[in-house]
Every structure is written in C-alpha cells, then in structure tokens.
C-alpha cells in the first residue's frame, strides 16, 4: 500500500482548520488516506463528504473557526481495514445531541443536514460534547 | 485559488466549476451569475461539475439556489457531468437537488438549453 502523505506519522495525518480553507484541506486529506487504503471511490466521496460536513460544523461554530482533524488509518483490527476520523473544537458544545442528529435541525443558518448526513455516509459516528468546553465527533468507515 | 470562470456564448452562461471549490468562490459564483442574469438575454446557465469529486450539503444548497434565482430571474439551468460517486453521496446525504435539471455531460445539457431557447 502506498503512503499517502509524508505529514506526521506513517498511519495518522493531522490537519489543523482554522476558518474555511481547512475544510478543503481536511476533506482532501481524507480522500487521499482512504484512497490509500483501497477504499472505493464512492466510499471515497462518502468519507471526504462526511469530513466536509464536520469541518464545516467546526467553521460556524466552533470558537474562532477552529479546531483539529486526526485522520487515522486502522489496520488489523477484528474488522479488517478502516479509516477514522476525529474532528475536535474547543466551541460551544451541542446541548442536545439527539436533536442536533435529526434531519433539518439547525441552531444556526445551515441545512441541518451536517450531522445526520455525515453519519449516514459512515458506518460509525460518535459525538463528545461538553457545554461550554467543545466538541469531539469521531467518525470510522470500514473497507468492504 | 481561480475564481469559477463563467464564459457566455450565445444566451448561455457556462460556468465550469472546479475540482477542489471553497465557499467564499461558491458564494461569488452565485453572486456573478446573478449579476450576468440581471443584464438580460441570458435563456440558460450550465454547470459543469464534472470534476467536481466532493459535493456537500454547503454546494448542494449553493447549486439549487443557483436553479432557483436562475428561474426567477427568466433562464433555466442544467448542471451536467456529476460524477456517478458523488450522486450515490447526495442521495444518502439526503439532497438529491430536487427542482434542478440534470444532464449526463455539457453537450447534452447544452443541447437541453438550446431546444428551449429556440421553443421561446
């Protein structure tokens, strides 16, 4: 399999978002770890779409546009290959996390579609979420 | 990162949208377009997303509010060339751009554009 990027270490790929040029860096990231990994290209598009809403999630609303994406290669596990990816921000927090996964639900100007559509492209999706404190959504998708 | 050029030939507006777009050239895309279709004479725009390869609920909602201000404004738009990966995306994503005229490439959503042109 070849390496994907030369950033960090050989099986994590950071990538920083401050404001909206990290959501192309990020979801660009993300393609090019699961396209390394074999993933299809409809899974590729899946992942980086996925990746994209998130961050973008972070832009609106996290504090200053800020925050941290780990993309992760997960080799050898029980259930074979996967990519995960954690989006991290020190933002607000989501105070109803149940609410915030329905379709069209939105406290902000967006489609309400961020968090509901990025798990339903993936096969996993936690959510971390403190008021106040910030957010952490944790997303795997796994190679068929 | 370029602009999306937007190029006119007859009454039609093309616009080619390019493979990695950020938000602030979406928003400036919808806005030229709004101002080109402000001038007049302009029967149809065309969207050409074929090397598009991550469409979002962002550009999703960009691209439907593109097909809407089109209408209003008197032209009918056609996005062509949606690669078959990122239309499996929009419909799980639940956005399969309803009210939008699709076409398989630029020539047929062009010809699409044309037919309607010479019909009015």
């Known amino acids: 399999m070849p390496e994907p990027a030369e950033v960090g270490s050989p099986r994590e790929w950071p990538v920083t978002i401050a404001g909206e040029e990290g959501i192309v860096t990020a979801r660009a990231q993300a393609r090019e770890v699961a396209k390394a990994l074999g993933f299809g290209l409809v899974d590729q598009s899946r ?84 008021l106040g404190r910030g957010t952490t959504v944790t997303i795997r998708k796994w190679r068929r | ?42 029967q149809g725009v065309l969207l050409d997303l074929s ?30 060339g949606i690669q078959p990966a990122v239309a499996v995306t929009l419909v799980e994503l639940g956005l399969a751009l309803p009210g939008v005229r699709t076409a398989l490439n630029a020539e047929k959503g062009l010809a699409l554009l044309t037919d309607r042109g010479r019909d009015a």
Not at chain 1, 110 to 115: D, P, Y
Request: charged share 20%.
């Open chain 2, 51 to 80: 090397t598009v390869t991550t469409v979002d609920s962002f550009l999703a909602r960009l691209i439907s509010g593109i097909a809407i201000t089109s209408r209003l404004l008197g032209a009918e738009t056609v996005v062509v």
């Open chain 1, 47 to 130: 992942i980086a779409t996925a990746v994209s809403e998130l961050a973008r999630n972070v832009v609106r609303y996290a504090s200053g546009g800020c925050g941290q994406v780990l993309i992760r290669g997960l080799d050898f596990t029980p259930r074979g290959v996967g990519l995960e990816v954690v989006v991290r921000d020190d933002g607000p927090g989501i105070a109803n996390v149940e609410q915030a996964l329905r379709d069209g639900f939105s406290t902000g100007t967006g489609l309400g579609m961020g968090l509901p559509g990025a798990k339903r492209l993936m096969d996993e999706m936690t959510i971390d979420s403190v």
């Open chain 2, 1 to 42: 990162m370029a602009r999306v050029p937007i190029v006119r030939i007859g009454q039609t507006l093309i616009a080619t949208v390019q493979e990695e777009l950020y938000d602030h050239d979406a928003l400036q895309l919808q806005e030229e377009l709004g101002l080109l279709l402000e001038q007049g004479s302009v």
